[in-house]
């Protein structure tokens, strides 16, 4: 990130990280819990990866940094 370039290792083990989710069948209602909240912060994963990079792009650093 620090050339405002992703790395295709990381971005392969997210592709790889959701491959497994999309094999997931949640069956009780604790997984169903679990899956459903976990989904969420993959989610917020990858948004918060995807605003590292373009704040790098633009020659920034988000204020939480």
Do not use: C, H
Not at 19 to 48: H, I, V
């Amino acid at each position: 990130m620090a050339d405002g370039k992703s790395s295709p290792e990381v971005w392969d083990a997210y592709i790889q990280l959701w491959r497994t989710y999309y094999q997931f069948t949640p069956a009780t209602d604790q997984e169903k819990t679990w899956y459903s909240q976990s989904l969420t912060k993959l989610n917020d994963l990858g948004d918060q990866r995807r605003l590292r990079l373009l704040m790098s792009r633009m020659g920034s650093v988000p204020v939480m940094m």
